[in-house]
Each structure stands twice: as C-alpha cells, then as structure tokens.
C-alpha cells in the first residue's frame, strides 16, 4: 500500500479534464494491491487485484477535480505437462473511471498516452515455458488476445508498457493478438 500527496508549485496535469502527469502532480493518490498464490507439485496459480485512486485535485475550467479510480486484476494457471514444458493461461483486466470526465471522446481517432483516461482493457494470454537448463535456461512463448481497444502507451505516470507489445488504437479498435518468445539465461 501507498499513499502520497503531491505538492509542486507548479501543477503537472494535460489535457482539459485535468488528468495528473506524474505523482507529484498536487492531489492525493493512493495505491494498494493484494496477491495469492498456490504451488502444488504440478500445477499452479496465482491472481492480484491492484487499484490507484487520485484524488483532491485541483479543479480547472472543465473539471472540479473528481476522483480517478484505476482498477486491475490478474489470473494466471500453469499445469506441467512434463518436469520441463508447462502450459500456462492468463487473463488481465484494467478499468479507469471517474464518472466520464475523464472519457476519452467518441470522435478521438488516436489512443492517449495517459492511462487516467477511461477505458476498459480485457487481454487473454496461453502459453508454454520449457525449461531447457534445468532452472537456468527457460523459453517462453506465448499469445496474447486484447478484446478492447488499448488507448494507452504508458502506465501510471509514464511507466513504459512497450514490452507488451501491443499498439495504440483509435475508436473501435480491439481484437489484437501478439506472439511473442523469449530465451531466459540465469548465471
């Protein structure tokens, strides 16, 4: 759990509905998380539920600094099929929401790269690990369906997300999918 208050001097936030740049932008944020999880000797799973309310922002022409609640939550199983190859599914979700101040509007043609903007956010993962090395060398390959339109190229104050490798999306986007693959060495 964290909490924190800004207080620059000069207020960090873009756009007309006054959406906070970086934590230090003035307002209040608070963030905390929960996760769980269970190992067994050849299966496992785990999930967490995150949420970062902003909030006690200043007020601008077209807002009168209301509350922005981001949520999101994780689910991932994996069953070993052998002692080296383990089949694994994911689902990801992220709402933000405060009451449609913040909506991203229906004639927008680009995504935002502030994820304060509203939207919803629902991706679906199935892969495999393969341990090659023992625990020192592992391959994972996986595929990734985004059933919504993805607006954001940036977490929570800029945190980068281009490791996920998912696109911006204009209005009415939706239904990406990605491979992806990775070789993992520990030494």
Partial sequence: ??????GEQASSFTGANNIPLNGNSDGEFLT????????????NIFAYWVMNTAYSIPASN???????????AV???????TDAVELYGRWEWLNTENVGVNAIPNSATNGSAN???????????????????GKYVKLTTDMSWCSDPLWFTNGIYG??????????EP???????????????VF
């Fill in 1 to 6: 759990m964290n909490w924190q208050r800004g």
């Fill in 32 to 43: 905390w998380s929960l996760d769980v999880a269970w190992n067994t000797s050849g299966a």
């Fill in 62 to 72: 077209t807002n009168d600094g209301p509350t922005i609640n981001s949520y999101g």
């Fill in 75 to 81: 689910v991932q199983g994996g069953w070993f099929l």
């Fill in 115 to 133: 994820v304060f903007n509203a939207g919803r956010t629902n991706v679906y993962t199935v892969g495999f690990n393969w341990f090659l090395g």
């Fill in 159 to 168: 945190a980068g997300i281009a490791g996920t490798d998912f696109r911006v």
């Fill in 171 to 185: 209005v009415g986007g939706g239904d990406q999918i990605v491979f992806r693959s990775q070789l993992q060495l």
